[in-house]
């Protein structure tokens, strides 16, 4: 039996087809078992990156809201007074009352008096 060229396409076609459906699966198996809707979208050196800028510009890893402490890395849900919530890790606050947190698809800030409530939504 000879592989055409043909053959050899068709074989790189369909093994890309598959691998494409065996993320996506993997990927909402994951969602499902972590039982979170953030995942990171940021690559490695991208989000070490991001993570270094925020620590700075906002350096205050404790706070406590209404009784709740928030530490940096807990999955947070924020009530934002007259928008969608924002579900995301908390990053740190600075001394202006700016909270910063970090989503599958961006860097969040607000100021504090904004927020309404705020849930912790995982502690990963």
Same mark, same amino acid.
């Given at each position: 039996?000879?592989?055409?060229?043909?053959?050899?396409?068709?074989?790189?076609?369909?093994?890309?087809?598959?691998?494409?459906?065996?993320?996506?699966?993997?990927?909402?198996?994951?969602?499902?078992?972590?039982?979170?809707?953030?995942?990171? $979208?940021?690559?490695?050196?991208?989000?070490?990156?991001?993570?270094?800028?925020?620590?700075?510009?906002?350096?205050?890893?404790?706070?406590?809201?209404? &009784?709740?402490?928030?530490?940096?890395?807990?999955?947070?849900?924020?009530?934002?007074? &007259?928008?969608?919530?924002?579900?995301?890790?908390?990053? &740190?606050?600075?001394? $202006?009352?700016?909270?910063?947190?970090?989503?599958?698809?961006?860097?969040?800030?607000?100021?504090?008096?904004?927020?309404? $409530?705020?849930?912790?939504?995982?502690?990963?």
């Amino acid at each position: 039996m000879i592989l055409e060229v043909q053959d050899i396409i068709f074989a790189a076609f369909l093994a890309l087809i598959l691998t494409y459906i065996i993320r996506t699966v993997y990927m909402v198996f994951k969602m499902i078992t972590t039982n979170s809707v953030v995942t990171s $979208d940021y690559r490695q050196m991208e989000l070490e990156y991001i993570l270094k800028k925020c620590y700075s510009l906002f350096p205050i890893e404790t706070f406590t809201f209404n &009784g709740l402490t928030i530490r940096r890395g807990m999955l947070v849900k924020a009530m934002v007074i &007259g928008r969608k919530p924002i579900e995301g890790k908390f990053v &740190g606050i600075n001394k $202006d009352n700016i909270i910063c947190f970090l989503t599958h698809e961006s860097v969040i800030a607000h100021e504090l008096r904004n927020i309404s $409530d705020m849930y912790v939504s995982n502690t990963d």
